[in-house]
């Protein structure tokens, strides 16, 4: 049914063509787009139903599937002048035992297929692990933005950022924060110390890429000793139980939570979710992936970045970053774009 087969695009383009000021601009484009409340007709709209998951058991193996729709929004530095709109799905697959085979594998391993948009034929195939990677630190960099930075303007000095798990979206948080923001030390703790320390070295290499030259890297053999003078956290393990507990952090500390296991909340402690301020990056994603957490949830990232709520001053804040539909699509589309760019000019 296809005129032409769809477009191809491998994770090793994926990584050439990002850039954190567009996945920046992308992701909060696609955190506002999902606020119901419109303030302006310039917002960008979009739909993203809750993903259903296939579990098999079996196999120690997940599937799940995200599809969004986003219309009316803008990359400047992606295309000047272009008002975009996307049509994604997403299949997520999550193999826990893929690392012990003879070949391993990564344990999520996920795929974005791009539809046209009038006609809804599928136009390309993006491999996605690179996608979720940097579209999820793109979410937690704007709530960082939002929830940590904007509550704190009249702090000038660079910050501290403390990374729990330094697997893929410990490693992408890392470079994505500190590239974006004025980061002086990064503070690194994981489960088996080499990974931390390969990290580490990796950090120390892209150091002159990131906003604050000089940046100073520790390497922790315990969770209290890394996060006892960060401003800024991310939680990126598989723990099943809290790593995280209120008398470990700052008082105005932010924290994103990215991992955890099949509940969302594992890493952190229940009384600190409880003392600080918890924000979302969907309404609908919370109702149904946060349905267990027993603390309430103040707001939407969106519904921040619109202003249609306020942001108190004085608090604690968590970003739970659960994963949409609608930053896969506008990610997924910065590269579609910029690789059918480059390819017109050969
Ligand atoms: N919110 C979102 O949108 C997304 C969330 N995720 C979630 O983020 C988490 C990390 O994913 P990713 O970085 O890709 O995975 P990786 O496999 O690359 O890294 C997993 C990390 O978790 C650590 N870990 C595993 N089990 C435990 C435990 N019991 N206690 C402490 N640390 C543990 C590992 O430590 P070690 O090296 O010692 O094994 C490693 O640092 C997962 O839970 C995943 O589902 C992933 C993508 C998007
Ligand atoms: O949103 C997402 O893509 C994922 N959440 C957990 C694993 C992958």
Not at 73 to 91: E, P
Not at 124 to 136: D, F, H, M, Q, S
Not at 151 to 180: F, P, W, Y
Request: net charge neutral.
């Amino acid at each position: 049914m296809c005129e032409n087969r769809p477009t191809f695009i491998t994770e090793a383009q994926v990584e050439e063509l990002l850039t954190w000021p567009a996945v920046y601009e992308a992701s909060e484009q696609a955190l506002q787009s999902i606020c119901e409340k419109r303030t302006s007709d310039s917002q960008p709209s979009a739909k993203q139903p809750p993903r259903p998951f296939v579990e098999l058991e079996r196999r120690n193996g997940l599937a799940f599937s995200m599809l969004g729709y986003i219309e009316n929004y803008r990359m400047q530095s992606v295309d000047q002048g272009k008002v975009f709109d996307t049509l994604a799905h997403k299949i997520v697959t999550a193999f826990t035992k893929n690392g012990q085979l003879a070949k391993p594998l990564p344990v999520i391993i996920a795929t974005v297929f791009l539809f046209d948009t009038m006609t809804g034929q599928l136009k390309t195939i993006v491999e996605g692990n690179g996608v979720t990677a940097w579209r999820t630190a793109g979410s937690c960099m704007v709530g960082t933005k939002y929830l940590y930075f904007d509550r704190n303007e009249k702090c000038k000095s660079d910050k501290v950022l403390g990374i729990l798990g330094c697997g893929v979206q410990g490693r992408i948080h890392a470079i994505g924060i500190s590239t974006m923001f004025p980061i002086s030390e990064i503070h690194l703790w994981n489960r088996s110390v080499a990974k931390a320390a390969e990290l580490k070295k990796e950090l120390e290499s892209l150091a002159g890429t990131f906003k604050s030259k000089h940046v100073k890297i520790f390497i922790h053999e315990n969770v209290r000793d890394c996060v006892k003078t960060a401003d800024i956290i991310v939680t990126a393990t598989q723990s099943t139980s809290p790593i995280l507990f209120e008398d470990m952090v700052k008082e105005n500390v932010h924290i994103n939570a990215v991992g955890a296991s099949k509940d969302h909340h594992s890493e952190i402690d229940l009384k600190l979710y409880r003392n600080s301020k918890l924000y979302v990056d969907s309404w609908t994603g919370g109702k149904t992936e946060l349905k267990s957490l027993d603390c309430p949830i103040e707001a939407e990232v969106g519904e921040i970045i619109t202003k249609s709520k306020a942001l108190t001053q004085n608090q604690r804040t968590i970003f739970h970053s659960l994963g949409m539909a609608v930053t896969d699509a506008v990610v997924a589309q910065i590269a579609e774009t910029l690789y059918l760019k480059k390819k017109s000019t050969f």
